[in-house]
């Protein structure tokens, strides 16, 4: 979903990043108020598990600094 308004922009980052790159679930940006802060990967488990805990952490920090 992450890439849904910009189908070809992860095959772009296998053109640009030296020794290319694999895409795989499990990583998610971070925003601050609208302001990319950084991100979140994480591995070691399936793809479909790695992704889900990825997302619920990053969804659990913005409740948690956000106090929403």
Do not use: C
Not at 10 to 20: D, F
Not at 22 to 42: D, H, K, M, Q, S
Request: aromatic share 8%; net charge negative.
């Amino acid at each position: 979903k992450q890439w849904e308004d910009r189908p070809l922009f992860p095959m772009s980052l296998t053109a640009v990043i030296p020794e290319g790159v694999t895409l795989n679930p499990g990583g998610y940006p971070i925003y601050e108020n609208g302001v990319f802060v950084g991100a979140i990967g994480v591995g070691g488990g399936s793809p479909k598990t790695d992704d889900e805990i990825a997302r619920v952490t990053v969804e659990d920090w913005d409740l948690l600094s956000h106090g929403d």
